[in-house]
């Protein structure tokens, strides 16, 4: 008789190792100053002083892509998710005005399948260089018993510098000063088991056609491709940004979307005033509103409606800061101001776009 093996139990070594060999040029493709030796150790090397830093920070954030991992399994597309994962971490860490170095990702797994780990890893990649910092390590677990055998799960975790002074700590916005959105790509990555319910609930299936896709017609793209486009990466409009002075916060609209976010960066005695009108509201948030029966506030306080990234800046750079932005690519819209806080940190005012 003989005796079992570790691939017996669901656990294929070979496959682990082939994913490996697979995603070497993939974190290669990312490298940056800093970075020391490749993927295969125990731990990752990185030399900060490299980067030319005088008096550093060093700033971390850890995220996960929750479960639109379920709308990529079901719409069988796995590349995007990467993007997310990183977008969800360095975007936090660039609201404190640090700029990402570099970048881990945690991939688990029921049964590893090496073309989708590299689709997942390739996305982690592209998502890296967008950021502009390098994927120095990360680890495989398959976990048969835990996951399903097709299930996998995403976390992610970014390690980024700032100089002492130039640290945003949530007290330099002031009465006066402009509030700036800059649009997102979509939902991004939260929300989505009422997203997932909503689908559900309204009898769609992610293959059907998006009711909702802008700029194409319905049937150019099916529900589970619209919802699966990826978080918008903000790290290199915002660093340019903040190194052309007068921002005085920013913030990422993750979860809790503006009405939950806004009121982290800056001190308890002020309250952003936004216009509602202020920008155009991408039609999949109408429509999930419409076939979820979503109340205004319900969806302000779980989607970001648009918005994916804020900027609160001096009123009198308000212009400069606008158009430096529009020209490194973002879509910026003016949402309104900072004012003495009476009431609510967040006031809306006006109705949709």
């Known amino acids: 008789m003989n005796g079992l093996t570790y691939k017996d139990a669901g656990v294929d070594i070979d496959a682990g190792n082939a994913l490996v060999e697979a995603i070497k040029p993939l974190a290669k493709s990312t490298a940056r100053p800093g970075v020391l030796g490749g993927l295969g150790g125990f731990g990752a090397v990185f030399d900060l002083k490299a980067c030319g830093y005088r008096d550093p920070l060093l700033v971390s954030a850890t995220d996960g892509v929750g479960t639109k991992l379920k709308v990529a399994l079901a719409a069988g597309r796995h590349d995007g998710v990467g993007i997310d994962l990183v977008a969800m971490c360095v975007n936090d860490l660039v609201v404190q005005g640090a700029e990402p170095l570099f970048f881990l990702d945690y991939y688990a797994v029921g049964r590893l399948q090496p073309d989708i780990g590299r689709q997942v890893v390739a996305g982690i990649a592209e998502g890296c260089r967008q950021a502009g910092c390098a994927l120095i390590g990360g680890e495989t677990a398959e976990m048969p018993g835990l996951y ?6 995403l976390a992610g975790f970014a390690v980024g510098a700032v100089e002492r002074e130039a640290l945003l700590d949530g007290t330099q916005a002031a009465e ?10 979509g939902l991004h990555s939260n929300g989505f088991s009422l997203v997932r319910k909503v689908v559900e609930t309204a009898g769609f299936d992610y293959a059907s056609p998006a009711p909702f896709a802008a700029g194409a017609a319905p ?3 099916s529900l589970g491709q619209a919802l699966l486009t990826p978080t918008r990466i903000y790290v290199a409009s915002a660093l340019k940004a903040l190194r052309n002075g007068g921002v005085h916060a920013m913030a990422h609209i993750t979860g809790g979307g503006l009405t939950e976010n806004l009121p982290r960066v800056v001190p308890e005695t002020l309250a952003f005033r936004l216009d509602r009108g202020a920008w155009p509201q991408p039609k999949v948030f109408a429509w999930l509103a419409k076939a979820g029966g979503l109340a205004e506030a319900d969806l302000l306080r779980t989607f970001n409606c648009g918005i994916g990234f804020v900027l609160v800046v001096e009123a009198q750079r308000a212009d400069a800061l606008t158009e430096l932005l529009s020209a490194n690519g973002e879509t910026v819209h003016r949402l309104g101001e900072i004012v003495a806080r009476t009431g609510e940190a967040v006031l809306f005012e006006g109705a949709p776009a």
Do not use: F, N, R
């Open 219 to 221: 049937q150019e793209q």
């Open 148 to 153: 399903a055998d097709d299930d996998y799960d």
């Open 176 to 185: 006066g000063d402009v509030v700036l959105g800059l649009a997102s790509s």
